[in-house]
């Protein structure tokens, strides 16, 4: 079954400590992104990337890194996390970027930062 | 880039068709016009895309304007599980992400 899977589904954390959020796709697609969701705001994409070891920020990148080793995975990681990083998370792919390409959202992390 | 304008929420009765529409005025010809959906506690998931011509699948039909201005989402009869948020996005052909605006959200009356 094609899908993106994320993990963990649901993080609480405190503030300062390091997490990575896991995002894997089984479709070879080139195009993976990160958004995050916050009441009233809509969707804001983190990062993106377009393919192996390309990786560009989207409009809200401040505090987060990514990286993109393998086609398949775009993990998130947030190196010292703060309150205002609490959202849910989204991960995506897609075949390629923009374009008729469909995107699949995986189920999203709700991460809360205390 | 392009943006679209849609309206903050509608509603419908279940088993009525219902049209979504959307603007966007600055499409370039190379745009394609997405939809995705959004249902609640869910991350977003693709309903169809069209750029020229009107598109039919087994969720919905959209129906674009012939200077494609405009396009409006068809959901032909209206059910409990189709109250989501609807995205009307447009996707170039350029190296450029889909940005999603706030969306309509669309209420079901039973």
């Known amino acids: 079954e094609a899908q993106v899977t994320q993990n963990p589904r649901y993080l609480i954390t405190v503030t300062g400590k390091k997490l990575t959020v896991t995002c894997s796709q089984n479709?070879?697609?080139?195009?993976m992104s990160w958004y995050r969701q916050d009441p009233g705001l809509g969707l804001r994409q983190i990062y993106y990337s377009m393919n192996v070891e390309v990786t560009d920020k989207g409009d809200v990148p401040e505090g987060y890194k990514v990286s993109r080793k393998e086609k398949r995975n775009f993990p998130l990681i947030l190196e010292s996390p703060s309150p205002n990083q609490t959202s849910l998370y989204f991960c995506?792919?897609?075949?390629?970027?923009?374009?008729?390409?469909?995107?699949?959202f995986g189920p999203g992390t709700r991460l809360t930062v205390t | 880039d392009a943006k679209t304008t849609q309206p903050n929420s509608m509603e419908s009765n279940e088993e009525e068709p219902v049209h979504l529409p959307c603007n966007h005025s600055?499409?370039?010809?190379?745009?394609?016009i997405h939809w995705y959906r959004q249902l609640p506690s869910q991350g977003p998931e693709y309903v169809i895309h069209g750029l020229t011509s009107n598109v039919n699948n087994r969720m919905a039909s959209l129906a674009i304007a012939e200077d494609r201005k405009s396009s409006t989402l068809i959901l032909h009869r209206a059910t409990l599980r189709d109250a989501a948020v609807y995205y009307c996005i447009l996707g170039g052909s350029g190296n450029t992400p889909l940005v999603f605006g706030k969306g309509t959200r669309l209420s079901v009356i039973a």
């Open positions: 995506a792919s897609s075949f390629q970027i923009g374009g008729p390409y469909e995107q699949y």
């Open positions: 479709m070879n697609h080139e195009y």
């Open positions: 600055t499409i370039s010809g190379t745009d394609y």
